[in-house]
């Protein structure tokens, strides 16, 4: 099977950066999409960003000209630069990638855990 591990959250103050990282391992055969999503608390989970392994990329209007994806296909691993941090921005970070683990299998999501980052005022 395959596993999604997140990480490079933590505290930062508005204003800051942070750098959020994701890799997919196992029995990947092959990888489409991957992506951002947070949930505050109260709210429901949204998009932040994603990109396609063509390079096509998405983001949340929130984030545009703040946050960057990027991802590494070699490494099977997806980032995501976060710069002018806000409040709003406090969230439970989650990676979603979309991937199929046997050539005649369908492309399924798989989730990491997630992992807090929290900007304080």
């Known amino acids: 099977q395959a596993q999604v591990v997140e990480s490079g959250g933590g505290l930062v103050q508005a204003g800051g950066s942070l750098r959020l990282s994701c890799a997919a391992s196992g029995t990947i055969f092959s990888l489409n999409a991957m992506g951002w999503y947070r949930q505050a608390p109260g709210k429901q989970r949204e998009l932040v960003a994603a990109?396609?392994?063509?390079?096509?990329?998405n983001y949340a209007d929130s984030v545009k000209g703040r946050f960057t994806i990027s991802r590494d296909n070699a490494k099977n691993t997806v980032y995501l630069q976060m710069t002018s941090l806000k409040p709003d921005d406090t969230a439970v970070y989650y990676c979603n990638a979309v991937l199929k683990v046997g050539r005649w299998g369908q492309y399924e999501p798989y989730w990491g855990r997630g992992t807090q980052v929290t900007v304080s005022a």
């Open positions: 990109i396609t392994s063509g390079g096509n990329i």
